[in-house]
């Protein structure tokens, strides 16, 4: 059983910068694609960005596109979300997933969830 675990959210102003982290509680980590994806207030959770599981080759929406940066370290068993410029519309609960493939990832076959954790942007 993969656990994960997000943390690093919190209420920042317009413009201001966050990092989320996502620790997981497995030995293997470095077979799974990991996937950033958030759920604003009263919508459906969306893609945000995944990160494959040896190469690092990353996709980003294109709402984060240039200000969003996703990356891991296998060593750590950790996944990271560099926030920069935020904006009140980045307002939402930010999920880490695990899944077998980046492409697996994006169309929501994500196979491990995190429980969450809260970014809200003050404008």
């Known amino acids: 059983q993969v656990q994960l675990v997000e943390s690093g959210g919190g209420l920042v102003q317009a413009g201001d910068s966050l990092r989320l982290s996502c620790a997981a509680s497995v030995p293997t980590f470095s077979i799974y694609a990991m996937g950033w994806f958030r759920q604003p207030p009263g919508k459906e959770r969306e893609f945000v960005a995944t990160?494959?599981?040896?190469?690092?080759?990353?996709y980003y929406a294109d709402s984060v596109k240039g200000r969003f940066t996703i990356s891991r370290d296998n060593a750590k068993n950790t996944l990271y979300l560099q926030m920069n410029r935020l904006r009140p519309d980045d307002t939402a609960v930010y999920y880490c997933?695990?899944?077998?493939?980046?492409?697996?990832?994006?169309?929501?076959?994500?196979?491990?969830w995190g429980q969450g954790t809260q970014v809200t942007v003050s404008s």
């Open positions: 997933a695990a899944g077998t493939s980046s492409s697996t990832l994006r169309s929501g076959g994500a196979r491990y």
């Open positions: 990160i494959s599981r040896s190469d690092g080759i990353t």
